[in-house]
């Protein structure tokens, strides 16, 4: 078993659509991560949390600790946030990033 | 302020062929961290470097791969011999500390293609 879990593998929206991405977790982490990657491109790292929620924009993270759970929300979607959403978290003992395999997000018009 | 910088961007290798990934990371930066993106798959660590350190390899197949962080220059990723089943994304990140409060900057990737 993954030791993180995303949910949806795969989702199509209709523009204006409220979006959300889980991503659940099997070990302790300090810090729980979401990164957008663009089809032949690069990485974006949107968040970083390790309680609570963040906003930035459209786009809303949470994380519940107790339930090794996070979520990742975007409001009123657009057609160019269709990418590839990666969570992924790192550990007290280690920097390195463990991922999930990703929600490949389709919004169309 | 440029961000990560790999190069080069596409890299077409012959097998048995060497290949060299550069990244140059974030002014500031001091920590450098190497993934790997097999086709169709997530991403997965290989090693994490500090000027003139390996920190943790504990990602880095056991052969023909090494990487190093100069004390001047970009931390280089090093594949000998490459084989079809290295053809892949590798991307860099980097960090101005150990586990930074706002995360990490990743470059652009090198599409490592071996034919």
């Known amino acids: 078993k993954n030791e993180v879990e995303q949910s949806p593998q795969n989702l199509t929206a209709q523009e204006g659509e409220f979006i959300t991405i889980n991503c659940s977790y099997s070990?302790?982490?300090?810090?729980l991560h979401w990164l957008q990657q663009h089809p032949g491109g690069g990485i974006v790292s949107l968040f970083m949390l390790s309680s609570g929620k963040k906003k930035h924009g459209r786009l809303i993270a949470t994380i519940n600790i107790q339930e090794k759970h996070s979520s990742l929300h975007i409001t009123a979607s657009h057609p160019r946030d269709s990418a590839v959403y990666i969570c992924?978290?790192?550990?007290?003992?280690?920097?390195?990033?463990?991922f999930g395999t990703g929600t490949r997000l389709q919004v169309t018009l | 302020n440029a961000g990560v910088m790999q190069n080069p961007r596409h890299l077409v290798r012959r097998r048995g062929q060497e290949a060299r990934l550069r990244c140059s990371p974030m002014?500031?930066?001091?920590?450098v961290y190497w993934y790997r993106q097999l086709p169709e798959e997530g991403l997965k660590f290989m090693v994490y470097?500090?000027?003139?350190?390996?920190?943790?390899e504990s990602g880095m197949p056991k052969e023909r791969f090494s990487a190093e962080f100069p004390k001047e220059g970009p931390s280089i990723l090093r594949i000998q011999q490459v084989v079809r089943g290295d053809s892949a994304a590798y991307f860099c990140?980097?960090?101005?500390?150990?586990?930074?409060?706002?995360?990490?900057?990743f470059g652009s990737g090198t599409r490592l293609t071996v034919v």
């Open positions: 070990v302790g982490i300090s810090a």
């Open positions: 992924a978290f790192s550990t007290g003992t280690a920097s390195k990033l463990t």
């Open positions: 470097l500090q000027k003139e350190n390996i920190i943790d």
């Open positions: 990140a980097s960090s101005p500390v150990q586990r930074p409060n706002y995360g990490y900057t």
């Open positions: 002014k500031g930066h001091s920590h």
